[in-house]
């Protein structure tokens, strides 16, 4: 009596797994990795990166510029050409992490020792200036010649 | 005047303490990146950029006529039409910032955004630009004019309110700045009604 049972509602299971895979596929084609979502999780992808190079001293004037460019082609409905600009800053993002710990260096001894040269003026000029006007004087009388 | 002259040496050396502490503050306070030619493998360093001082930071959103210039706004709207319109965006909070601008039209003066709370209107439309530090941007637009047909003949505001992306979170935060334009409802001239 059970099996008799099964058998007659293997029609409905079946018809309930296909309504389930043609929703999951409908589901899928919808979002896709290129759909609204998918780009949206790509921005933040890349502004998350974007944030954190210019945290540590990295340029990304050029990496904003080029998302802007993205989202102002999603408004525009250029969809594809959006996602693959966003893809591409991406990218680019993750191959300037290489260089983050050289940038936070580099500005630093940058700024630094700018700020050291400027502090160095006054010392230097308290050394230097006599024996630079000393010096400056006897060259200008050189030639002077002393009478009695 | 004789240069070693006491007096006249620590004048000078006054004005070259007091102008090398200052440029030395000066650069001292400034941000600066490192500028790499990223498409270079490894990237290629190619100098160093300053961001100036940025002692507070701030954001800001401006409205302005179809021709992008301050004045001659519309004083009617028309129900269903897209009304051209320009929105001033500037950055200044010394890092980038992904900027959004969410349009809604509110009827009633108690839907107005605050310093804190944006309007709880829907929005009908979004405008998103991403800018570096001390850049603008000028966003044409063509905004929806969408409202309930009873609101037609009254007075109804266009409201333009700046959200940023949160990055720590991935949310919308707004940042309690926003435009917005009083103006008449009426119907397109031969719709009907």
């Known amino acids: 009596m059970p099996r008799r049972i099964q058998v007659t509602r293997l029609p409905l299971v079946a018809a309930v797994l296909a309504v389930i895979a043609i929703a999951q596929l409908t589901a899928s084609a919808q979002a896709p990795p290129g ?49 693959e600009q966003v893809q591409s800053v991406i990218a680019e993002a993750e191959a300037l992490r290489s260089v983050e710990g050289q940038a936070r260096l ?7 020792g700018v700020a050291a040269v400027f502090l160095s003026i006054a010392p230097l000029t308290y050394v230097l ?13 050189r030639r002077w010649v002393v009478e009695r | 005047m004789r240069l070693l002259d006491e007096e006249v040496f620590a004048v000078i050396m006054a004005l070259v303490v007091v102008g090398s502490v200052l440029a030395a503050a000066t650069v001292a306070r400034q941000d600066y990146v490192a ?29 302005l006529n179809e021709h992008c210039k301050i004045g001659e706004y519309p004083q009617v709207v028309f129900l269903g039409e897209r009304l051209p319109l320009c929105i001033y965006l500037f950055n200044y909070e010394g890092e980038p910032l992904v900027m959004q601008v969410r349009f809604k039209i509110v009827a009633n003066t108690t839907e107005m955004p605050t310093n804190t709370t944006p309007s709880p209107a ?11 530090h001390n850049q603008s941007a000028l966003i044409h637009v063509r905004v929806p004019i969408e409202a309930p ?33 009083h103006a008449r409802l009426q119907v397109l001239p031969g719709a009907g009604g």
Do not use: C, Q
Request: charge should be positive; proline fraction near 4%; hydrophobic fraction near 40%.
């Open chain 1, 35 to 83: 759909g609204s979502g998918g780009f949206w999780a790509h921005v933040r992808e890349a502004y998350g990166l974007i944030l954190e190079l210019h945290r540590n001293h990295v340029d990304t004037t050029e990496l904003t510029m080029r998302l802007d460019r993205a989202l102002v082609l999603w408004d525009e409905g250029n969809r594809t050409a959006a996602i």
């Open chain 1, 106 to 112: 580099r500005v630093a001894l940058y700024k630094y």
């Open chain 1, 129 to 141: 200036l006599p024996r630079v006007y000393i010096t400056a004087w006897y060259r200008a009388r």
């Open chain 2, 35 to 63: 500028v790499y030619n990223a498409s270079a493998t490894p990237p290629r360093f190619e100098g160093y950029r300053s961001l100036g001082v940025v002692a507070e930071g701030f954001t800001a959103i401006g409205l």
């Open chain 2, 122 to 132: 829907p929005v009908l439309a979004e405008y998103t630009r991403a800018l570096y």
């Open chain 2, 149 to 181: 047909p009873s609101l037609v003949g009254g007075n109804v505001t266009l409201v333009f309110e700046l959200w940023t992306l949160n990055p720590e979170t991935g949310n919308w935060t707004y940042t309690g700045r926003w435009v917005h334009l």
